[in-house]
């Protein structure tokens, strides 16, 4: 059964620092990998999407790597800013044991201050 | 247009009442989920419709009865709920299965449900 760890389950940091989001999962039989954003109450917004056979995607301020054989991925947020406050899960997509399925972690919850 | 839109935002209902919950997308997905998700915890798959059929069903109480009328719509119907029952519901959707590399899922904002 896969498992998805995410470390820190929380992080404070001052406006303007560079951080990293870490997510370790047990089984590399993975088909791709998604990091959400979710606000308070809120759904889940995707952020990055990366495929099995890529290593790395970018969007913006966001950089999301992977190294399958190891099972890691990193959220990389540059000059982070208030408005990134928010929990951040990170899912693996695969084949459980009854079909395909996202598995999440139980998520960063980051808190940026001005 | 990436939306995938859950009516109602917010439910509040009575262990002995039946409501539904509703969600549609217009991306054309063939792939549509229900998650539970409590606070503080990640979301947690509850069904899994593909090309309308039911795919995966984890094991949930029959007081849940998901219905998928067409690739566009899938509900969510509710009946003699326990309180802790009392969750946020997550609607989702795909453009195939999420174990067919390069599939990105889509959330919708959801549904926060309180059993009384």
């Known amino acids: 059964k896969q498992e998805v760890t995410q470390i820190p389950a929380a992080l404070s940091v001052p406006e303007g620092e560079n951080l990293v989001l870490n997510c370790s999962f047990t089984?590399?039989?993975?088909?791709?990998l998604q990091w959400f954003r979710q606000d308070p109450g809120k759904g889940l917004t995707s952020l990055l999407l990366i495929q099995s056979s890529q290593r790395e995607q970018t969007s913006g301020r966001l950089n999301a790597s992977l190294d399958k054989s190891s099972g890691r991925s990193t959220l990389y947020i540059a000059a982070s800013q208030p408005g990134d406050s928010a929990t951040y899960l990170c899912a693996v997509g695969g084949l459980g044991t009854s079909g395909s399925r996202l598995t999440f972690g139980e998520g960063t919850q980051l808190t940026v201050n001005p | 247009d990436t939306e995938v839109t859950q009516t109602p935002k917010h439910l509040v209902m009575g262990m002995t009442n039946k409501k539904s919950l509703k969600c549609e997308q217009h991306m054309g997905h063939r792939a549509m989920y229900w998650y539970k998700q409590k606070a503080k915890k990640p979301p947690e798959l509850m069904f899994v419709?593909?090309?309308?059929?039911?795919?995966i069903n984890e094991s949930v109480p029959s007081r849940f009865s998901p219905e998928c009328p067409n690739s566009s719509l899938l509900n969510l119907h509710l009946h003699a709920l326990q309180p802790e029952d009392s969750a946020l519901y997550l609607c989702?959707?795909?453009?195939?299965?999420?174990?067919?590399?390069?599939?990105?899922?889509?959330f919708g904002q959801g549904t926060r449900l309180t059993v009384v």
């Open positions: 089984d590399s039989a993975i088909y791709n």
């Open positions: 419709y593909s090309y309308e059929k039911l795919s």
């Open positions: 989702a959707s795909s453009q195939r299965g999420v174990s067919l590399s390069g599939t990105e899922a889509f």
